[in-house]
């Protein structure tokens, strides 16, 4: 059958050949299926940190998260710093004209042991996350070297210790240096977060 070049379903051919992960991220009609989705975007705004992280080394926690969170920036996608949710979330990314809401908490924080990323964790959970939102992400950017190790001690405490009711072991993500946890919340719900790491260590420097 021959299609339309200018039809909806042309259009619809077209977007699913040149962006399949957008058309997925549009698309999804569960949690499961948006967090699925979000992670491809996540995984290249990771990416453009590390490769650009000489150029991005003078920048501050929040300067760092300006470059983040340019890659997250999409048609239907807004995306916004320092929004207000009981407190200012460092990043807000939610799917525009979307009913019920898809909804993304980010906490940023710059890499300084793993008390002071579960410290995110607690403002994530804590303050900002109402119930509402998909699956909450704590970005660590780590300026240190051996993320691989760094990212394991980590959650070797969190293991431990389970931080802000998590429920059971943290489990791996699909993005390399980052994963999963699971935390009874005040809403009464077992909410996702995601701990996602970037290597932003620059040969000679150990901040």
């Known amino acids: 059958m021959t299609v339309n070049p200018n039809s909806v379903l042309a259009l619809a051919e077209l977007l699913m050949k040149k962006s399949p992960d957008y058309v997925d991220l549009i ?39 300006s470059a983040f969170i340019g890659p997250l920036k999409l048609p239907g996608v807004t995306v916004l710093q320092e929004a207000n949710s009981n407190g200012h979330v460092d990043i807000t990314v939610s799917l525009d004209h979307c009913t019920p809401i898809r909804k993304k908490l980010f906490e940023a924080k710059i890499y300084d042991g793993p008390i002071y990323h579960v410290s995110g964790l607690s403002q994530l959970l804590g303050r900002y996350t109402t119930g509402r939102e998909g699956r909450g992400i704590v970005i660590s950017y780590i300026r240190k070297k051996n993320i691989a190790q760094l990212v394991k001690s980590v959650r070797a ?23 999963l946890s699971r935390h009874a919340h005040s809403c009464g719900e077992t909410l996702a977060v995601a701990h996602v790491s970037c290597n932003l260590f620059l040969e000679g420097t150990d901040q």
């Open 157 to 179: 405490m969190m293991d431990a210790d389970l931080p802000y009711y998590q429920e059971g072991p943290t489990s791996d993500h699909t993005l390399k240096w980052s994963f």
């Open 27 to 65: 698309c999804a009609s569960t949690e499961d299926e948006f967090d699925k989705a979000f992670d491809a975007f996540i995984e290249k705004a990771v990416e453009h940190l590390e490769v650009n992280k000489k150029n991005f080394a003078p920048l501050n926690e929040e300067g760092l998260s």
